[in-house]
């Protein structure tokens, strides 16, 4: 039987994709951004990228469960959205690390503040054995905005080496009609925990859900930022106008594979899907450590994207199997929170071994985490719906 998603699945998919189209652009800029204007390199991006992530993921815990409290999902999308789009114009006023972090962050407390209960929204819309291939959906949507990004940057960039302002200008454009979407999303409701809105909550989900967030928190700390995996262009020597070229190339394989990777967790089981994309990502880091052409860092970035493909709506989907329909946001909100605590680590840590030491030591140490990581995942058992 074909899949036909909830009209809240489309358009939180469009949202995504515009959002996604604009923010995209913004993001694969910004190593050429570091390097030709703000004449700096891997530590400051890893740093920057790390703290921005872990505001981002932070802030997530604390919107889901206050939209379960609420129950109203929709505000949250709004504010987060708009004020992710608003600041992208700012970036033209850009002229140090810290401008660039201030926005950065700025749009990632944006992203915090409408990630958990967009999920809620999406799970809350759909069966329970469609939930796979609902966020898959909105992934591969998510993601396609995130192909057509890339390409916008780089024609401009090739057109105009120093055109950051164009780019800036058109990602805003184009956050506007994310923004205009959201009015059509309709409110979900649903079981409500009525329980107090900290982290002591914490205590009330299963034990395989806790080891869950655990195995997060490692997997997390072994996933270097793309941003600064971008920069292993520079170390061959290709030009900066390139670099969104290659994470055009992380995109369309990720697109490519998000919606079948949900179909693929509701047939054989979320944990193996998971397990799966992060060898991948340990994968992707071997064949970007032995790069030094095009070919096998085409090759690297392909394999990258199958990484979060397999992984960001399936993790997703394995949280809300492990804790109460009453429980969602929240659950989300934990996964979000542990997985920006992880990042902040893996951008600090991951852009300071790159730029001390080089790739391959930031890249082994990383996949240490991963295979940590996986440790503890696959000691999980039971599912429960």
């Known amino acids: 039987m074909s899949y036909r998603p909830p009209k809240n699945v489309v358009l939180l998919g469009l949202v995504s994709f515009f959002n996604d189209l604009s923010s995209e652009m913004v993001l694969s800029v910004m190593p050429a951004f570091f390097v030709s204007v703000l004449k700096t390199g891997a530590g400051a991006l890893g740093l920057v990228e790390g703290i921005a992530d872990a505001a981002s993921n932070i802030i997530k815990i604390y919107s889901g469960r206050l939209s379960d409290k609420l129950q109203r999902r929709r505000i949250f999308l709004f504010l987060g959205y708009s ?43 759909t069966k329970t054995e469609e939930i796979g291939r609902a966020f898959g959906l909105h992934r591969a949507l998510d993601t396609l905005g995130g192909i057509l990004g890339p390409l916008i940057a780089y024609l401009i ?14 990602a805003f454009a184009a956050g506007i009609l994310a923004v205009l979407t959201i009015f059509f999303v309709t409110d979900v409701v649903g079981k409500v925990n009525k329980g107090e809105l900290s982290l002591s909550s914490f205590a009330h989900f299963s034990s395989d859900f806790k080891r869950y967030i655990l195995s997060l928190l490692f997997l997390s700390i072994g996933s270097v930022p793309v941003a600064v995996l971008l920069l292993k262009t520079q170390s061959i020597g290709l030009t900066l106008a390139s670099i969104p070229l290659f994470y055009l190339l992380y995109n369309i394989s990720y697109a490519g594979f ?39 860092l085409v090759a690297g970035f392909l394999v990258l994207g199958l990484f979060p493909a ?15 329909e009453g429980q969602r946001g929240g659950a ?49 058992r039971r599912v429960t719906q």
């Open 258 to 296: 998000s919606y079948s990777a949900g179909g693929v967790s509701d047939k054989l089981g979320s944990k193996k899907v998971l397990i799966a994309g992060y060898l991948l990502l340990v994968a992707s880091y071997v064949f970007l450590v032995f790069a030094e052409g095009a070919v096998l």
């Open 157 to 170: 960039l090739a057109a105009y080496p120093t055109g950051f302002h164009i780019v800036f200008l058109t």
């Open 332 to 380: 989300f909100g934990y996964v979000n929170a542990v997985s920006g605590i992880g990042l902040l680590l893996a951008g600090i840590s991951g852009g300071f071994l790159w730029q001390q030491f080089g790739s391959g030591a930031a890249l082994f140490v990383a996949s240490l985490f991963v295979f940590i990581g996986l440790g503890i995942l696959v000691t999980i």
């Open 310 to 324: 397999l992984t960001d709506g399936v993790q997703r989907a394995f949280a809300s199997q492990l804790s109460a």
């Open 83 to 125: 004020l992710s789009v608003a600041t992208r114009p700012f970036y033209l006023l850009a002229g140090s690390v810290a401008h660039v972090a201030i926005l950065r962050v700025t749009d990632r407390v944006g992203k915090g503040l409408r990630d958990s209960p967009r999920d809620a929204v999406i799970s809350l819309s």
